[in-house]
């Protein structure tokens, strides 16, 4: 249990994949224009890793280490089909607004990051946990810029009116440029937050991380995925 | 201890001149745009300047007293930064905006990235780019005296006929400072004659875009078409005051005449090409971009290496 609420917090404060971690940037920056997206996105993303970590974490003794990551590709492209298909068939609207970016979430580089960092190194329920946690963090990260975004450059908050009717929305902001400059606040806020608990002596790296303290393989796995999550996600 | 020779970093060999002071020159030299921008435009070009100032002046204070860094409002940067912005806005603009644009100069363009001399791009045009894609309608309507005035520029997009005589003097619509081409010049010729700016970029500039346009504006060697597109929209005052911004051009010599071809292509490209009729401030910021680029590769031979070896590291 102890696990469970470990990988949870880490996943969603200690190594946020937004914030910290600044992996997935692609769907970060490209599908929070509301903050609707924003959290359908990370909720979409949280299940298939959720899931993927699950299965790779099941798998990781059959596995050989030469083919892993085709290997992984496969498993997480299976959930993204299936995910697909269940938001197609029952939130159409989601599925529209997100678009190409849900078949895009296989090259994901948390998703990969994950699999490779964690998964496939760790058991079951602490991958599973792993999974849920990244994914949550995610969502919280995607929805907080997709609020920002929806705030500043509509007016509107998951689509009801919030400014007065005089406001002249800033348009920037639900274009690219305003993705940038969302991520780069709401980063910067949080390391001030994480400042000043270390300040106090709450330091959040004092939980015990399930890392296995092999901070090198997962550095170098994450080099790869995000290599690899740059080109296509 | 007064023997002793103290061993310094560069640069060893200082000049009398001071950031403060080409500050103030390139103020003088934007009066008489900035007054000819009052009187055509009336008062409410006038509190938009003082708007623009005051807010860069402030946001500047402001930002440096709050990250407990020396504050550096006396070199007059900020102020500078304020009066471009000012000059590069439409008359139109309510002072929210104003407001809006000078902060975002300041603060995201100029001291996110470290200050005065460390902003990858000219904090002025990069805030009317910001004001202009946030504020499409607002930032393009150029009504004044209650008359929907269509810029030189757009009108000669439109197939009309321009008065260049006009366009000259600067009576006609458009941004606060950009009009007169003749109280720029004037500005223009104050900054070279107290050599704050040299004539190069400016000079490469107008001459890439006049050949630009002379090729592929589709009038052919026609004077007085090359005459309104280089007096129309912001190519005069972006050229002598915004391209030659310090910061954020090349200082090598090789490099500035690279600068200056790449702002003539890219504006005549824009003009030419692109949806607007506009194109000399996304010019500008897109140049700013590739300044480092193109210092890297004019980086001149030190003295007493050979050029070849040099480009065989390269």
Known sequence: ?233 | MNDLRNVSSSPHVRAAESSADLMRWVLIALLPAALFGIWHFGPKALLLIAVTVLVCVASEYLYEKGMHKPVTIADGSAAVTGLLLALNLPVGAPWWMAVLGGIFAIVVVKQLFGGLGQNFMNPALAARCFLLISFAGRLTDFTYDAVSGATPLAAMRAGESVDLTSMFLGTTAGTIGETSAAAILLGAVILLAKKVITLRIPGIYLLTFVIFMALFGGHGLDLSYLAAQLFGGGLMLGAWFMATDYVTSPITPAGQVVYGVCLGLLTGVFRCFGASAEGVSYAIILSNLLVPLIERITIPAAFGVAKAKRGKKA
């Open chain 1, 1 to 233: 249990m102890n696990t469970a609420l470990e990988r949870l917090w880490n996943g969603m404060v200690k190594e946020n994949p937004t914030f910290v971690l600044m992996l997935g940037m692609c769907p970060t920056l490209a599908v929070t224009t509301s903050a609707m997206n924003g959290i359908g996105m990370g909720l979409t993303t949280m299940v298939i890793l959720a899931l993927s970590n699950l299965m790779i974490s099941m798998l990781r003794k059959i596995i050989p280490d030469e083919v892993r990551v085709p290997a992984f590709i496969v498993v997480v492209a299976s959930f993204v089909t299936i995910v697909q298909f269940l938001l197609e068939a029952y939130i159409p609207s989601l599925n529209d607004s997100l678009g190409l970016y849900i078949p895009l979430i296989v090259v994901n580089c948390i998703i990969l990051g994950r699999a490779e960092a964690y998964a496939s190194k760790n058991p079951i329920g602490a991958s599973l946990f792993d999974g849920i946690g990244m994914g949550l963090g995610f969502t919280i990260g995607l929805t907080f810029i997709g609020v920002i975004r929806e705030l500043i450059g509509v007016g509107t908050v998951f689509g009801f009116q919030v400014m007065p009717e005089a406001y002249e929305p800033v348009s920037i902001f639900v274009m690219a440029p305003g993705a940038f400059f969302v991520l780069a606040l709401l980063t910067a806020v949080q390391n001030r937050v994480k400042m000043s608990w270390e300040k106090k002596g709450k330091d959040a790296s004092r939980i015990q991380s399930g890392c296995s303290a092999d901070c090198a393989s997962c550095a170098s796995g994450c080099k790869g995925m995000a290599g690899q999550g740059g080109t296509e996600a």
